[in-house]
Each structure stands twice: as C-alpha cells, then as structure tokens.
C-alpha cells in the first residue's frame, strides 16, 4: 500500500512539473499554440483533480472538477 501511494505521488508531482513547464512557455498567436495551450490547461486540471482527490477525497474532487471542465470547455472545446 505505501509503495502504491509513494508511486502515485511521484505520478502527480510529475504531471505538475509538466504542466508548470508547458505553461512556462511564451504564448502563440498560431492555432498550433493554442492547442498546446489547451492540452497543458487539461493536464493540470487533471493533476490538480489527483491532487484534491487525495486530500479531501472523490466527492469533493468531482465537484471541484465540474467547474473547472465547463470553463476549460468553454475556453478550448466549445466551437
């Protein structure tokens, strides 16, 4: 179990130094740039859900990930 749990937290530290350095970099006019903009927003939203999951558990997580989907929806996916 502490392994598991050891493991899982490196995932997530990963995935936020990923995010933090995708979201480091200077932002594009292209569309190339805004979908790598889109892609890093989704991948820190998806650490950031790992991360209040462990916390204060699914319930919260899941309604903390409803707001944040409909405004990366709103930003990314919506045509």
Do not use: K
Not at 29 to 48: K, T, V
């Amino acid at each position: 179990m502490r392994r598991f749990n050891h493991r899982r937290r490196l995932i997530v530290a990963s995935l936020v130094a990923a995010a933090t350095v995708g979201s480091a970099a200077p932002a594009q006019a292209s569309a190339d740039a805004s979908r790598a903009d889109c892609d890093a927003r989704l991948e820190r939203i998806e650490a950031r859900f790992r991360v209040i999951e462990e916390r204060r558990g699914y319930e919260a997580a899941s309604a903390w990930w409803q707001v944040r989907w409909q405004n990366y929806y709103e930003r990314c996916l919506q045509p």
